[in-house]
Structures are given as structure tokens and as C-alpha cells.
């Protein structure tokens, strides 16, 4: 037994070397605060600019979203379903066409 003993030593080193590596760099977190830019710029008012504004507003502004590129209604479309789809959007799947609409009757492709 007092044979192994430095092996013994040198294992329990490097087992217990992560642990307390982690104890010195430990985590902390800090509560930040943002301030957004307000923006008083609203949907032109159009037919579904209602439908734009209490979609859309909850996570853009009108200005984010009317200085997209002007898009045909199938990219339109294909952008509201993204933002249902891939970022989660509470957008009710009746309401894409009509938004859609609405963006290309406001910012269409010439």
C-alpha cells in the first residue's frame, strides 16, 4: 500500500484539477439594460395595415420593416411564414396572406 501511495497522490492531483479550476473561474451573471431606439413611424394606412401592425409590431418596427427591399408576394409570403416558422412569430397562419398582400401593396417590386 505505501508502495502505490505517490501513485496514488498523483492520480487524486490530476482528478481533482478540473474541479477546482471551475471553482475559481466561476460564472457570473449581471443584469443589463437596453435601450431600444423608439420610433413613432406607423404602417401606411392601407387594407391589413392592421393586420401588419398587430402582427409585426410585437417584434419589429414599421421602420425596420418598411426599409426591406420591395418583394414580389411570393417572397413576402415566404418571409411572414419564416417569421412563423423559424423565429417562432405568433402570426395566425390565416393572417400570411393578408399580410403578404398588404406588403406588396406597399412595398412591391416595380
Not at 479550476?21 to 451573471?29: C, D, K, M, Q, T
Not at 413613432?40 to 418598411?66: I, K
Request: glycine share 4%; net charge positive; proline share 7%.
Amino acid at each position: 500500500m505505501v508502495r502505490n501511495l505517490p501513485l496514488i497522490v498523483l492520480f487524486a492531483c490530476f482528478a481533482f484539477t478540473p474541479l477546482r479550476g471551475h471553482a475559481e473561474g466561476r460564472l457570473v451573471l449581471q443584469s443589463l439594460s437596453v435601450d431600444l431606439p423608439d420610433s413613432d413611424r406607423a404602417f401606411p394606412s392601407a387594407p391589413g395595415s392592421d393586420t401588419a401592425s398587430n402582427n409585426c409590431l410585437a417584434c419589429h418596427s414599421a421602420g425596420m420593416v418598411l426599409n426591406q427591399p420591395a418583394m414580389s408576394k411570393a417572397q413576402w409570403t415566404a418571409e411572414v411564414n419564416k417569421m412563423r416558422t423559424a423565429y417562432r412569430a405568433p402570426i395566425d397562419p390565416k393572417d400570411v396572406d393578408t399580410i403578404a398582400n398588404y406588403l406588396v401593396g406597399i412595398r412591391s417590386k416595380k
